[in-house]
């Protein structure tokens, strides 16, 4: 039985419609719900979608998401079309595959999410063996910190939770096989034309979005940005709301709290009334200023062929901006790259008119004229140079890489202290938006996207912001009953607002804590009041958020150092880390590269005897589409 599927032109995530040209009928969504609660600087955020098999034989369907590194999995739930809920369990990741294929085979329906490496914040999402006419409603539920932005806290929700509400049910009419394969070419280009006899039916459905939001402080205003707010009530330190969303957004919805003392210092700790262990979670505000000392800045831009029009146009535009907002007692460089590479200068330069004035004539004649995208060695030739001041690495691109090698070779100078951050800038719908956002995570600094043709400034100045301004280091805090605390090193948030989570066993500590760190190596303390969570009117469902979020910021150090001891060739220290992800993972109840959720419905309890349709859909990139076939089943990979 074969499938059509096809990217929608005017998204930048590209959801897909699925087709069985012999009925005409799809997996259809059919309605989404997101529920936000926020405990003042952490959201839960739970995912609601409905899904309807309008095939004639039962489906399975597969897509991937990216929800980012500070954002964390924790929980999912399946309803059917009989009111049955199935409450996922988590469990090793090899054992959670063999359970989804067991239980397939079986003729039972089976869900599972699953993190897809070390190095990402990719995640797969599959349903198998969804019986033809059956509705299923799924449920995730997701974690993240809250971002200061104006003296604003922001929520953002990854634009890829609204794909679905951008689908709208398709009529494919008869084609033959050149029709066929025409319209297949179409649809996979940068600019995808509609397919011969393809129509599209209006009805999109919509999103609802409720939030309930408590704060230390009270709240004075609540925005919901690209949707329309329905209802609002604010009284002191909670506020709800409910909205809706009706177009799929081109771009991270976002959610902005202004309360009455936004960037007041702040020290959770949460103790879990199951094993009395605690976690804490500290905030600072820090008045941070522009570095004075002088820094190097070095820009590695892609000029492979993929590069050419509107791409290049981007990059080149990417980096007058950046030239033009660097201070001027910097060095700087710029290296191209393809299949070769090279550099502006033989090594980083003092940034001076003449300089400038010589590398804006040279951006401005950039062309897509280096073949294929070679990465690696560009990155090694900017890592091995020598240097004596603090150095930033910007990386512009839009192609695919092999991303372990980089990541490799950016953990092993990052312990040798070869570099501060690493910045990527993935341009263009079909960015490797994965290894991009791989490589900046081990370079401790963040990765942004541009669609084509999009307007780069804003992001482009976040990017730079963040090199410009000094960091926090070498956190901890000082309880009168515990000693001394340190705090992981990796500290998340942006340059106004950072965060760092630990946890602890008995005793928990009391009193309010003395909280020091580090900026540009001086030093800095502050007492701050120490707030519990109980404090607030928690919900059952709102039990160890913090215990959750420092579990996953361990992890993500663990993650790290496997992939170290991969490359170092250490497979028994590998092991031992896989071990510990995978015991966090199942105490916390969290999805990460060695544990994985699993649910199942039994349904008939016979082995499935009839062709399963099998899809795949990558709501972070264009896909690429292939074609199987067995005598068991027929499977389209787009």
């Known amino acids: ?20 040209r012999k009925d005409s009928r799809s997996l259809l969504f059919v309605d989404g719900r997101i529920n936000v609660r926020v405990i003042d600087l952490m959201a839960k955020i739970e995912l609601k979608q409905t899904f309807t098999n309008q095939f004639k034989t039962p489906i399975e369907a ?9 954002t964390l999995l924790c929980g999912l739930s399946v309803q059917f079309n009989d009111g049955s809920i199935v409450e996922a369990a988590v469990m090793p990741k090899q054992k959670a595959e063999e359970k989804y294929d067991d239980s397939i085979a079986s003729g039972g329906t089976a869900v599972y999410v699953t993190k897809k490496s070390d190095t990402d914040a990719k995640y797969e999402f599959g349903v198998g063996n969804l019986p033809p006419k059956e509705e299923i409603t799924l449920s995730l539920t997701f974690q993240r910190p809250l971002e200061l932005d104006n003296n604003r806290l922001i929520l953002a929700l990854p634009q890829q939770m609204f794909s679905f509400a951008n689908i709208r049910r398709a009529v494919l009419g008869q084609m033959d096989e050149d029709e066929e394969l025409a319209a297949l070419e179409a649809s996979m280009g940068d600019d995808p034309i509609p397919p011969p006899r393809l129509t599209f039916v209006d009805g999109s459905p919509t999103y609802s979005i409720d939030v309930d939001a408590d704060f230390l402080s009270p709240v004075e205003l609540l925005e919901i940005l690209s949707a329309d707010v329905e209802t609002l009530e604010i009284k002191e330190c909670h506020v709800t709301s409910s909205a809706t969303v ?6 991270d919805l976002i959610i902005s709290f202004e309360i009455e003392k936004p960037s007041e210092p702040r020290c959770f700790i949460e103790v879990s009334e199951s094993d009395g262990t605690w976690a804490a979670m500290t905030t600072l505000f820090p008045s941070s200023k522009p570095r004075s000392d002088p820094a190097e800045y070095i820009f590695i831009v892609d000029q492979s062929g993929s590069m050419s029009g509107s791409r290049m146009k981007s990059a080149s535009n990417s980096l007058q901006l950046f030239l033009r907002s660097l201070p001027t007692n910097c060095f700087f460089n710029i290296v191209g790259f393809g299949s070769k590479f090279y550099s502006f200068f033989p090594q980083a330069v003092s940034y001076s008119q003449e300089t400038f004035e010589e590398a804006s004539r040279r951006v401005s004649q950039l062309s897509a004229d280096m073949a294929g995208t070679q990465l690696y060695s560009p990155i090694e030739y900017v890592l091995t140079k020598p240097t004596d001041k603090p150095r930033f690495i910007f990386v512009l691109t839009d192609g695919e890489f092999e991303k372990d090698a980089i990541v490799s070779l950016v953990q092993e100078f990052s312990t040798k202290k070869r570099f501060e951050k690493i910045y990527t800038l993935a341009i263009g719908h079909s960015a490797d938006l994965e290894a ?7 370079g401790k600094g963040f990765g942004e996207k541009v669609g084509d043709n999009q307007r780069m400034e804003s992001v482009v100045m976040r990017l730079l912001k963040d090199a410009l301004y000094q960091h926090i280091t070498n956190l901890h805090v000082e309880w009168e009953n515990s000693g001394k605390i340190e705090f992981s090193s990796e500290i998340s948030g942006s340059r106004r607002l950072q965060t760092a989570f630990t946890l602890g066993n008995l005793p928990v500590p009391t009193g309010n804590p003395a909280v020091h760190w580090e900026i540009s190596f001086q030093k800095f303390s ?21 215990h959750r979020m420092a579990a996953q910021k361990k992890i993500q150090l663990l993650e790290s150092f496997n992939l170290n001891s991969s490359s170092s060739g250490n497979p028994g220290n590998q092991v031992e880390v896989q071990l510990e992800i995978q015991k966090l993972g199942m105490k916390y109840f969290l999805a990460t590269s060695q544990t994985s959720f699993f649910a199942k419905k039994s349904n008939s309890g016979t082995a499935v005897q009839e062709a399963m349709t099998s899809f795949q859909v990558d709501l972070t990139r264009v896909p690429t589409t292939t074609s199987t076939s067995t005598s068991t089943s027929t499977s389209t990979s787009t």
Do not use: H, W
């Not at 597969?62 to 500070?70: H, K, R």
């Not at 120490?530 to 039990?543: Q, R």
């Open 526 to 546: 502050e007492i701050i009041p120490l707030s519990k969570i109980s404090t607030f009117n928690l919900k059952d469902e709102d039990g160890n958020i913090l």
């Open 436 to 442: 991009c956002l791989a490589i900046a995570q081990a």
């Open 1 to 20: 039985m074969p499938l059509f599927g096809r990217r929608q032109p005017s998204t930048s995530v590209q959801p897909f419609v699925f087709c069985d």
């Open 62 to 70: 597969i897509y991937s998401f990216d929800l980012g590194s500070e």
């Open 246 to 251: 009706s177009e799929c957004p081109t771009s």
